[in-house]
């Protein structure tokens, strides 16, 4: 059990029936009243943040959340392979945990899982950036600039991004993992 005097940013909480994460706390002493917190919790399921106020003397049950460094194989069906680098043992995961990440997953990427220790996964950790290859885009047409909007481009995985004029068809880009945005050429 944990109390509002344990709280600190990152610590994830089990509170009103679902996984929340600590973003931002702030103890608040009134000139009149009791203290309490002032908190910015969000759902680690399912990505909404909330605001909540805690009375200081309140607790709940802190969860201990396990990352492990899994390498992503391949799709079968409803499942993404993945291999454990310690152990090399093989997990399914379902195709709705993976959802979000599935335009920015290759073969052989690593990535790291974050489970409970009921073995839930909660959250996946991808690379900051991946390199992937522009599979269909529009064709360069003199006159256009590196500067400007962009055209939208389509790509291996199939991911739509608008990168700049320049950029080619069976050319690598760079992509922020966090923004899904064009970073530059590979």
């Known amino acids: ?22 973003i931002e706390f702030l103890h608040v002493k ?22 909540n106020s805690f009375r200081i003397n309140e607790t709940f049950n802190e969860v201990r959340i396990e990352k492990s460094k899994k390498e ?8 993404y392979v993945l291999m454990d680098l310690e152990n090399y043992e093989m997990m ?8 979000k990440y599935s335009k920015f997953l ?9 489970t409970t220790p009921e073995m839930e996964i909660i959250d996946v950790e991808l690379p900051i950036s991946v390199i992937q290859e522009i599979a269909k885009c529009e064709p360069n047409f003199k006159g256009n600039t590196a500067s ?7 790509t291996e995985t199939g991911l739509r991004i608008t990168v ?10 760079k992509i922020d993992t966090r923004t899904g945005e064009y970073i530059e050429r590979a």
């Open 1 to 22: 059990m944990a109390s509002t005097s344990d709280i600190r940013n990152g610590m994830i909480i089990e509170w009103k029936n679902g996984i929340y994460e600590f």
């Open 72 to 79: 992503y194989l391949y799709r079968d069906g409803d499942f």
């Open 92 to 99: 399914n995961v379902p195709a709705e945990v993976m959802e």
């Open 164 to 173: 700049p004029f320049f950029v080619e068809q069976g050319q690598k880009i």
């Open 148 to 154: 400007g909007s962009g055209k939208v481009a389509i």
């Open 30 to 51: 009134p000139g009149k009243g009791n203290t309490f917190v002032r908190s910015k919790l969000r759902n680690v399921r399912t990505g909404q943040i909330i605001d």
């Open 106 to 114: 290759k073969e052989n990427m690593q990535i790291t899982i974050k």
